[in-house]
């Protein structure tokens, strides 16, 4: 079965080799406190910051989900008030969890096809983080670099929270540019799933300790000062940051994944632009996800085509929530090789009008 699932997606090929390898190496089995696992922890932080570009002074953590960032920010980072901007079902969650442990949560909803003009945007004086979905998995928008860079300068003084599960590895984020930064592997990295990486500026960890909220296992300042000493404050999905490690080592730079990931975009762009039956969701190019391809067509349609996809061995993305009927889509994440484009393409053709 070939995977086009935005989430969990298709895994690097290599994957299996490198689970056996960390089975042989008895890596499945290292105590967490010991020198080699440390290492591997070490060479992981590493590896992530020279592909995906992340400043020298950036903390990075192992968490086991981007749900559980949206509680780590809440708990260790917003005192009172947050502001949230989104425009689908991932930001409008991550909302809805501030807002339930006990959080001032005030949002800003837009229209899937408005590009943000971040100076015409009302951001309360007390909001002490500002939240963005970088890549809305759900429709398939996209919020650029230029437009996360004017919400820093507009709002030096508060944090600047970014959610870019399904598209950091994908493609080249501006890390510099904001102060917290969360992905769970199951989607660009092409791991599985059950870990994720958050990666937090000097700023916000400063503000962490100012905050000194300490009372979760999963504290900021606890993640901060394990981070510090190779540890963690928990025992660790090894396995996960091992293979992080080793796939890491494998792919290229991050500038060069982004490159080939619009290629393969601008293709899947033309494609449905010429298609009568089948058109993209998303009508404003600008905004765009280069990720997550989500089509949009009549629901017998779509599940007719779902369907004959699946007879031929190949998985199509469902439409998310509201979207369920009336959308599909297309993961377009690195791990995806070329051949299973082609076969995709294959069947479309003898489908698409
Ligand atoms: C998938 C996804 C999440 C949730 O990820 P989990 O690993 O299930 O916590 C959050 N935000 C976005 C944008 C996503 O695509």
Not at 53 to 63: A, E, G, K, L, R
Not at 105 to 121: T, V, W
Not at 191 to 219: R, T, W
Request: proline content about 3%.
């Amino acid at each position: 079965m070939i995977s086009f699932y935005p989430g969990p997606s298709k895994v690097y090929e290599e994957v299996p080799a490198f689970v056996k390898e960390a089975y042989d190496q008895g890596i499945l089995s290292i105590n967490h406190r010991s020198r080699e696992f440390a290492s591997i922890l070490k060479q992981a932080h590493h590896i992530l910051r020279e592909k995906l570009h992340i400043p020298q002074d950036y903390s990075i953590f192992f968490v086991s989900s981007a749900t559980e960032c949206w509680e780590i920010i809440a708990q260790s980072l917003i005192q009172k008030n947050s502001f949230h901007i989104f425009n689908g079902a991932f930001g409008e969650k991550w909302h809805y969890y501030t807002h339930k442990l006990g959080k001032e949560a005030n949002s800003y909803e837009f229209e899937k096809d408005h590009e943000l003009m971040p100076e015409h945007i009302f951001v309360p004086e007390n909001a002490e983080v500002i939240c963005l979905t970088q890549n809305e998995t759900s429709n398939g928008t996209e919020i650029s670099n230029e437009i996360i860079k004017k919400f820093r300068q507009l709002h030096p003084e508060k944090l600047l929270a970014i959610d870019a599960t399904s598209s950091m590895a994908g493609i080249y984020l501006d890390i510099s540019q904001a102060d917290i930064w969360y992905a769970s592997v199951q989607k660009c990295f092409g791991l599985p799933a059950g870990m994720a990486v958050l990666i937090c500026s000097p700023a916000a960890i400063k503000k962490a300790f100012q905050i000194g909220e300490k009372d979760h296992y999963n504290s900021l300042t606890s993640l901060q000062e394990n981070y510090l000493k190779l540890q963690t404050t928990h025992t660790p999905n090894v396995l996960n940051i091992y293979l992080l490690l080793k796939v890491m080592e494998t792919t290229e730079d991050i500038l060069k994944i982004e490159a080939k990931i619009e290629e393969r975009f601008q293709r899947w762009e033309n494609y449905f632009t010429l298609n009568q039956e089948f058109s993209m969701f998303i009508h404003n190019k600008k905004v765009r996800s280069k990720t997550v391809v989500t089509i949009q067509s009549q629901p017998e349609l779509i599940q007719k085509l779902k369907t004959q996809a699946l007879k031929e061995g190949i998985l199509l993305g469902n439409g998310y929530g509201s979207l369920k009927d009336t959308t599909f889509r297309i993961a377009n994440f690195p791990a995806i090789n070329d051949q299973e484009i082609i076969r995709l393409k294959t069947f479309l053709k003898g489908k698409l009008s």
